[in-house]
Structures are given as C-alpha cells and as structure tokens.
DNA sequence: GTTAAAAATGAATCGCGGTTCAAATGTACT
DNA sequence: AGTACATTTGAACCGCGATTCATTTTTAAC
C-alpha cells in the first residue's frame, strides 16, 4: 500500500487561492494551479471533484471561520453594541491581512458561488448577513443607535463598504494601510460625515 | 448599396446587458446574445470586434454617463459639499433605477475589465472617485464634514456600500425598495450610526 | 429591370482547457 | 527482493462556444 503524501490538498488549496486572486476564476487553469502546487495536473482531481469544487471548499472554509468568530461575538451579552460592530468589522480585515490573495478572491470570485445560489458557504453568508442585523436591531433597542436605521440595510452598507476597500487594499497595499482602513471604517459609520450641530466634539 | 439597419447596434447592446447581467460575463453566449437581439449569431460581428468589446462598450457608455453627471455637479460653486454628496449618490442611483440587469452587470464585472487596467471607462472611472475625493475635501476645508476623516477612503466607502446595496436590489427588488436605499445610504454617511451623546437629536 | 456592393445569415471551424485514464511509481507487508 | 495495491503522473481526449466565411438577401443607383 501507500500512504496520500498528505500536505498535497494543502498545497493544491493554497495554490488555488493565490491563482484564483490573481486570474480571476475563468481565467484560472488547472493546470496552472497544479503547477503552482508543485503537483501533477491530475492529482488535482484526487482531492476535489472538479475546478468549481476547489472554489465553493475555498469559501466554505473561509465563511466558516469568519462565522465563528461572529457567532462568539454576537453571543456575549456583556458587550455592548458598539464594541460588537467594532470586532464583527475587525474580525473581517483580520481574516485577510496576511493574505491579500484571499481578499480578492472573496471580493471578486463571491457573484460566481452565489449565481446558481449553492454551496455550503451560503447557508454561513446568510447566517452572517442576519447576525449582523440582530446586532444593530439589539443596539437600537438598547437606545445606543438610532432607531431610524434600517437593520438590514446598515449591515449590507458595512459590508459593501468593507469589501470595496479590501479590494482596493488587496490591489495596492501600500496606498491602503489596513489599520487606516479600518479606523476610517468604524469612525464613519458610527460618527458619520458631518460635525454635529450642537454638541461637544465627539471622538472619532 | 445597402445601408445598415440602424437600431441593430442597439439591440445588440441591450441584449448584451441583459445577457450578461443574468448568466455573468463567461457564462453568457454570443449565440444567446444574437438571439434576444433578434439577429443572426454572425451579424454580432458586424457591430462589435468581440465579447470582450461588447462588455467594453457597455462599460464606456456607462461610466461616459455617470462622468459627465458628476462633473456638472462637483463644479457647481454655490452647492454646499453635503448637498453635491447626496445629489452623486442620487446620480449613481438614478442610472440604474430602471434598469435592474445594467445593475447586475456594474456590479458584478467591472473587476472583469480591472483586472487588465485597460480600456476605456477606466479613465472615467478614475477620474470619478478623484472628484468624490475633492469633494469631501473641499466640505472639511469649508468646515462643514469631520476633518479627520480621509476623503479618498471615505469615497471608497460611499461607493462600495452603494454597489452593494445596488446588487441586493437588482436581485430582490421587493425586499430593497431603492427609495429606501437612497435614504437609508445618506443617513448613515452623514449621521452615523450612534445616537450623538450631548446634542438635541439630529435629522436623519 | 438589372446590376453592384454592402449587410446579414448561420453552419462549420478551430483552439482552448477541464477532465480522464492507462501507465508509472512508491510503500508496506511478507 | 517480490507482490499488491494505492497514489501519482501527464499526455490525450472531447465538448463547448467564440469566431469565421461562403452564401444569400436587401437596397440604391442607373
């Protein structure tokens, strides 16, 4: 007999990750992952049924860790709904500072899973999405937000908002520091654009 | 002779929107394009070099349009930055309210022509986030926006949100009336999130 | 009514790349 | 030091769909 080297899905993995990011999709080849692999290009095929499997393991796995990680944050009810937003949004550029190669392909490649709408990754998407919205409806009930936004919508725009400057990080990290990116992220949607009319400076 | 029918290259372009914005630009078939445009597969060829020209011209004609709405609004003089904030969020909103697939297709491949840099609406596209960009510094400048929020993250903010928000619409048009979009968006980039600590309550 | 040239057609072509599989190779056990 | 069987290989296969082009149709000029 013979033992499966072991690290090859890894590697295959990995692999995709950086081609997916870089290619797009479409214009990843197989081959071109194998080789970058440092694997043949059927072996490939040993460890994922086909090229669209390799995608849909990719955010599965990704979706699963961000979800757990929101899944603990929402859960703690000694937080309040600020500092919950706050490591929900930190919890995301975490993921992917060390690896610009996953942030495009989470920003780019996500339309191609969610076209035919299935997957794994989708039921912990949609999980998140309504997570998000039970923080902000808890806040406005709690009377730290205000009760005139909608749930649903806020948590859309944070994430729109995030995944644009992802990939405008991921494009060129130098130009966008992360840690700038993400001050920005929460000083903006919790203080907004304008000065207030009447108050004492808020802090950003 | 014979002259060119006319409106073949209209039809063509439309279809292409609507083909492409529901199967995605690879999966979208010339031969299906020819066919909702009511013209032969080769007489696509007659009117545009190749697919990708196809998706190039949609995208040029798009962003020509979007342009030339906020140059006139950003070097209106008498406008207040606030007001020329909302009235580009309306523009953006505005070009695509009628027309759910022009949506899809915005949001889901433009990263389809940014990966070669190339092209046409580039330039466009640019030049509209330089003059999001001057805008908001021209509001900090004028004391009317926080100053220390920086102007070109903030445009990326503002315009990643949109797009997300814009993709939720074009596939659920029930559940995200774009009224309520349009003032959900403003509110929060102005307002924030949080209810302001030592003021009268502000309007949304 | 005839002609000439452009416009339109759509079946055939052709290359690309995802997938397969017969052959080669490595490993464990005897 | 050989056998059995799982893993690995990569060249060949095969279908799909963008593009082409020989043929047909239309129109304008005479």
Redesign the interface.
């Known amino acids: 007999m013979r033992r499966k080297s072991g690290d090859k899905e890894k590697r295959i993995a990995d692999a995709a990750i950086r081609v997916f990011g870089r290619d ?1 999709y ?2 990843a080849k197989i081959t071109r992952i194998a080789e970058e692999a440092g694997v043949a290009t059927g072996s490939v095929y040993l460890y994922f049924r086909n090229k669209q499997s390799i995608l849909q393991y990719l955010f599965a796995k990704l979706w699963k860790e961000l979800h757990v990680g929101f899944a603990y944050v929402a859960q703690q009810a000694d937080l309040d709904p ?1 500092t919950k ?1 706050e490591l929900i949004i930190d919890g995301i550029l975490d993921q992917f500072e060390k690896n610009p190669s996953l942030a495009l392909l989470f ?2 490649e996500q ?2 899973l969610l ?1 035919d709408g299935t997957g794994e990754f989708m039921q912990y998407y949609v999980d998140f999405l309504q997570l998000g919205e039970r923080v ?1 409806r808890d ?1 406005i009930r709690k ?4 009760p ?3 749930p649903r ?2 948590t ?10 992802l ?2 990080w991921a494009r060129a990290p130098r130009q ?1 520091p992360l840690d ?2 993400r001050r ?2 929460k ?14 400076a ?1 802090r ?1």
């Not at 859309?156 to 400057?165: E, M, S, W, Y």
């Not at 919790?190 to 004492?200: N, R, V, W, Y």
Request: charged share 15%.
């Open positions: 797009g479409h214009g600020r937003v920003v780019n339309t191609q076209r902000v806040g009377g730290v937000f205000r005139d936004v909608d919508i806020f859309n725009l944070v994430f729109g908002a995030t995944r644009q400057l990939h405008q966008f700038t990116v920005e992220i000083a903006v949607f919790f203080g907004g654009l304008l000065i207030p009319l009447s108050s004492t808020p950003a």
